[in-house]
Every structure is written in C-alpha cells, then in structure tokens.
C-alpha cells in the first residue's frame, strides 16, 4: 500500500507540474497592435524620467501586471540586443505576476521538457545598486522546496538576477533618477525613485 500511495503522489505531482499556470498567457510576439502600445510605453517612461522636477523629487512610477507582460512578449528581445545582452537558450518568453513583496516570474523551460518553471524574485535595493534576489520556485503549479539557482543555473546569467545595477539611473541632461525601492503587490509594482539635480562643475 505504501509503495501504491508513493507511486500516486508522484504521478499526481508530474501532472501538476505539466499544468501551465492559469496566469501564465503571453500575447504573440506578432501582434503589432500591442507591440506598438508596448513601444508608446517606452516613450512614456523617457517623459518621465526626464520629466523637469525640482531637485530632490520624489515620485512613483505605477507599472501594472498587464503592461510589463504585454512588453516582455513582445519588446524584451529587441531591448536586450540593444543592450547587447544575449537572452538564455532554453527559456521561452516570460510574463510576471506580481504579489506582496515578490515578483513571480514564470517562462517554459527546455531542460524541463518545456513545462512552465516559476521563480520568486524580490526587488533589493542596496546603497546604489539594485537587484532581485531569487527565491523558491515551482514548475507548472507545483511549488518546489529548493532555492532557485537549483533548477535554473541560465539565470545567474541575466541583468538583476547574476548581478547588481546601478540604481542610480543618469539621464542626458546630466541629472540622475534614484530607485530607492520596488514595491511589488497584486496587480503590479510601484517603483518609487527620486529627481536629482545636475552636478556643479
């Protein structure tokens, strides 16, 4: 009987771990509709940031569930070849769902036979730098007990995650954008930062 309850609870947690995430469903890389919402975004967030405040402003950047997964499937690719960062091979295209303090981030998985693996990020801000420590992790809606780097070595490999970032962001005009924290909650993340003015020559 033990070996048949043993036996059940493997199978149970296989298929678990081959069901996608109900939350997981990027939109085609394809589609020009959002692709273009996702590049009038990006230009938003330049107004933004170069918006003229008063030195030492501070303010809140809002980013929704929806808009950073509609912009990772479909914009991620071409940003990261400008910044001449190579994306992992083995890993598909990610989406987000942000809850309190943590940003659950889940893409399918190669070495998992392409089932969905997730992982728990949680947004680190320390002096100047920025970065998201990873946490547990699951594959398809089986939560896993062991740290992250475990399952996915690639992700040592991308901006955040392998290594900290400046969190102290500098614009054309020689003026600087502090993050001082990233506030991740259902729905989606604030990220509060802070206008400083140019420096005295």
């Not at 959002?34 to 809002?62: C, M, N, T, Y």
């Not at 091979?89 to 809850?99: A, E, F, K, L, N």
């Not at 969905?116 to 320390?126: F, K």
């Not at 392998?162 to 001082?180: F, K, M, N, Y």
Request: charged content about 20%; proline content about 8%.
């Amino acid at each position: 009987m033990l070996i048949i309850a043993v036996a059940a609870l493997l199978a149970a947690g296989w298929f678990t771990a081959g069901m996608t995430p109900s939350w997981y469903a990027p939109p085609a890389a394809t589609n020009k509709q959002i692709e273009q919402a996702s590049e009038r975004l990006e230009f938003r967030l330049q107004e933004a940031l170069h918006k003229i405040r008063p030195d030492g402003a501070s303010w809140v950047l809002r980013l929704s569930d929806d808009v950073i997964n509609q912009w990772l499937a479909t914009r991620l690719q071409s940003w990261l070849r400008g910044q001449k960062i190579e994306w992992p091979d083995g890993i598909g295209v990610p989406q987000v769902r942000c809850r309190s303090g943590v940003i659950e981030v889940a893409a399918p998985l190669s070495d998992l036979g392409d089932r969905v693996g997730r992982v728990d990020l949680r947004p680190v801000i320390e002096g100047d730098t920025v970065r998201l420590q990873p946490g547990l992790c699951g594959v398809g809606r089986l939560p896993l007990p062991i740290p992250t780097s475990l399952m996915v070595s690639e992700l040592a490999d991308l901006p955040l995650v392998g290594s900290p970032t400046s969190a102290l962001l500098e614009l054309i005009d020689r003026r600087h954008v502090r993050i001082v924290s990233i506030r991740p909650s259902a729905g989606g993340l604030d990220v509060d930062l802070v206008t400083l003015a140019a420096p005295v020559p």
